[in-house]
C-alpha cells in the first residue's frame, strides 16, 4: 500500500505518477487532493479502476485507489469539522480488508488542536463497530510519541505498523533536522508489517510512505 501526502500546491504531478508505476502498489491513498490532482490523474484511474475521489481546496480532499476488488468504498465525513476520510472494504486473500485513509487538521492551535483530538475520538469510535481486519493510513498531524495517538490506538484497538522499521521520518521534507515521522499506517491484530518504508521525494513537503501487509501467521 502507498499514501502519498501530494500538497495541494504541488505540481509535480508525474512524479506520482512514476513512484506509482515504479512501485505497483495494490492499494494507493492520497491526499490534499484538489481538481487540479484530479484533472492529472487520468492515468492512475486506467490502471486503478476501483477508486473513489473527493477534491478539496482547503488541503483536505482525499482518493482512494486499488485493483483489487471491493465491497465497498465510501467517503465519510468524521468529527466537528466533518474532514473527508475514505473507508474501503477489499476483498483479498480470502478476506475482507478494511482500508481507511484520514487526514486530521493540524493541531495549530486551541481550537484545531481540540478538532483534530476530536476526529480521531470520533474515528476511533467508528473503527470499534467494525469486523474483521483494519489498516488505516493517513497524515495524521501528530507523532508515534504523542499522548493522543497513544490514546487513538488504545481506543481504535490498532498499533503501529512502522516499529522497528526506523524513525519513518516523512515531514517535513525541505528541512531534515525538524523531520518528525506524522504519516502512518496503524493495524488491527492479525495484520503484520512486512515492509515499511519511506520513499523519495515527490515535490511535496511529506515523502511518501510504502508498506508491505501480510495476514499473521496462526
Known amino acids: 500500500m502507498l499514501l502519498v501526502n501530494v500538497r495541494s500546491d504541488n505540481t509535480h504531478y508525474a512524479r506520482v505518477l512514476e513512484l ?3 512501485e505497483n502498489p495494490d492499494v494507493v491513498i492520497l491526499e490534499e487532493l484538489n481538481q ?3 484533472d492529472a490523474l487520468t492515468e492512475l484511474r486506467r490502471s486503478y479502476p476501483h477508486h473513489v475521489e473527493y477534491p478539496e481546496e482547503d488541503n483536505f480532499g482525499i482518493g482512494f485507489y ?17 474532514v473527508a476520510s475514505v473507508h ?41 463497530t467494525l469486523d474483521g ?24 484497538q490498532l498499533r503501529h505498523g512502522g ?19 506524522i504519516d502512518h499506517c ?6 503484520v508489517a512486512r515492509d515499511h518504508r519511506i520513499g523519495t521525494s515527490i515535490g511535496s513537503d511529506h515523502y511518501p510512505v510504502i508498506v508491505d501487509l501480510a495476514l499473521a501467521e496462526p
Open 36 to 38: 487540479d490532482w484530479i
Open 133 to 156: 481486519h483494519v489498516v488505516l493510513l493517513g497524515d495524521l498531524n501528530m507523532t508515534p510519541w504523542s499522548h493522543f495517538f497513544g490514546k487513538f490506538c488504545d481506543e481504535a
Open 20 to 22: 506509482v508505476e515504479a
Open 66 to 82: 486499488t485493483k483489487l476488488p471491493v465491497a465497498s468504498m465510501e467517503i465519510k465525513f468524521i468529527g466537528e469539522l466533518q
Open 163 to 181: 516499529k522497528g522499521f526506523g524513525l519513518g521520518i516523512s515531514w517535513p521534507t525541505f528541512f531534515l533536522p525538524l523531520g518528525k515521522p
Open 88 to 128: 474501503a472494504v477489499i476483498q483479498h486473500g480470502g478476506t475482507e480488508w478494511n482500508v481507511i485513509g484520514t487526514h486530521p487538521v493540524p493541531p495549530g492551535g486551541g481550537d484545531y488542536w481540540h478538532w483534530r483530538n476530536n476526529q480521531m475520538d470520533e474515528l476511533a469510535s467508528y473503527i470499534q
Open 186 to 191: 496503524l493495524l488491527s491484530s492479525g495484520v
